[in-house]
């Protein structure tokens, strides 16, 4: 390296967005045109997917709502509280029973990570003058 020419590392970092999902089922079907449907509700920030979760029983009427983006755990397992207890407010309201998939000891929200945390750094050289 010739004097005056440093190595500079910058450092990139990626925003990590987190997700959640809430599984659950009802007594009543749900029409086939309705599964796979992404939508905004205005209580959240992010769009909400439905759909009918693979590796679950079909025939059981197990179903799903996911949404990505948050920023932080937080604020994903947040909104699935929130979107849980709607669940269970509409449900109550059309008298119909709504039970939720339990993961864990008593959590029906599953929070991961949507998206890769790595960081990049790139060398570069600059001239100092």
């Not at 999902?21 to 920030?45: C, H, L, S, Y």
């Not at 769009?47 to 009918?52: K, S």
């Not at 799903?64 to 397992?77: L, M, P, Q």
Request: aromatic residues 12%.
């Amino acid at each position: 390296m010739l004097p005056g020419n440093l190595p500079r590392l910058q450092i990139r970092r990626f925003e990590v967005s987190y997700c959640f999902d809430v599984r659950f089922r009802t007594p009543r079907p749900v029409a086939a045109d309705k599964i796979e449907e992404v939508f905004n509700a205005a209580p959240f920030k992010r769009p909400l997917r439905f759909y009918r979760p693979d590796g679950m029983n079909r025939h059981d009427g197990w179903l799903a709502v996911e949404s990505c983006g948050s920023a932080d755990f937080g604020e994903a397992e947040a909104s699935g509280a929130r979107l849980q207890e709607g669940l269970l407010i509409v449900a109550a309201k059309q008298k119909v029973g709504v039970e939720f998939y339990l993961r864990g000891a008593v959590k029906a929200i599953h929070v991961y990570r949507g998206a890769s945390s790595n960081y990049a750094i790139r060398a570069s050289r600059y001239r100092r003058s």
